[in-house]
């Protein structure tokens, strides 16, 4: 297998393996609420859910995991509590969003900043149509450990992205062939001139 289907540790980062983006908030991010030593600020926070296929290879991001886990509780594994993992089964949102499979792994990476986006060919993606729920990707990312409002656990910090092809789409709006579908074989290719003197209220 090449670096597309196992990613690559990179020190404290990692490159991911290919993945199927979903609700990317890359190019503009989403307005959020955080709590900073106890202050309510307001932030933009930009992030990429990865759906990784079913069986992919995720050995890089669990040892980026590991790291966070054994820099803040040591290395017995068998003494780390139980806390939240950047790791969700897909399963889970199956029945309410397109793309998402039984069994297979997803995860979800943000970041305060934008994070840079090019192309196949390594050009910056400046369209935000060009990089859209249901393309391919890799990206860079970074594990940390967080406590806030009573949520503890290991996420992932989104760095870079990089398309590596199309796909199809699995956002929630439909594509212009398919909402006018129906009317192209029986809309007249040019209006009549009763019809627009009716629609006008034209004499």
């Not at 989403?30 to 307001?42: D, R, S």
């Not at 089964?89 to 499979?101: L, P, T, V």
């Amino acid at each position: 297998m090449g670096i597309v289907e196992t990613g690559e540790l990179r020190g404290e980062s990692a490159l991911t393996p290919e993945f199927r983006v979903s609700f990317p908030y890359v190019t503009t991010g989403q307005n959020k609420e955080q709590i900073k030593n106890g202050v309510v600020e307001k932030v933009t926070k930009y992030s990429v859910t990865m759906l990784f296929p079913k069986g992919a290879d995720l050995k890089v991001l669990l040892e980026l995991e590991r790291k966070v886990m054994t820099d803040k509780f040591g290395a017995d594994q068998t003494k780390w509590p139980k806390i939240r993992r950047p790791f969700r089964n897909q399963g889970e949102k199956a029945q309410k969003y397109k793309g998402y499979e039984e069994g297979a792994i997803f995860c979800t990476a943000t970041s305060n900043q934008k994070p840079g986006l090019l192309n196949v060919t390594g050009k910056r993606i400046t369209e935000p149509s060009e990089f859209y729920a249901g393309c391919y990707a890799v990206a860079t990312v970074r594990a940390f450990y967080y406590k806030n409002t009573g949520n503890e656990g290991v996420a992932f910090g989104l760095s870079n992205i990089m398309k590596t092809r199309d796909g199809e789409s699995i956002g929630g709006r439909a594509d212009a062939e398919t909402d006018f579908k129906a009317l192209v074989s029986s809309v007249p290719a040019q209006p009549s001139a009763s019809g627009l003197e009716d629609l006008f209220g034209a004499k």
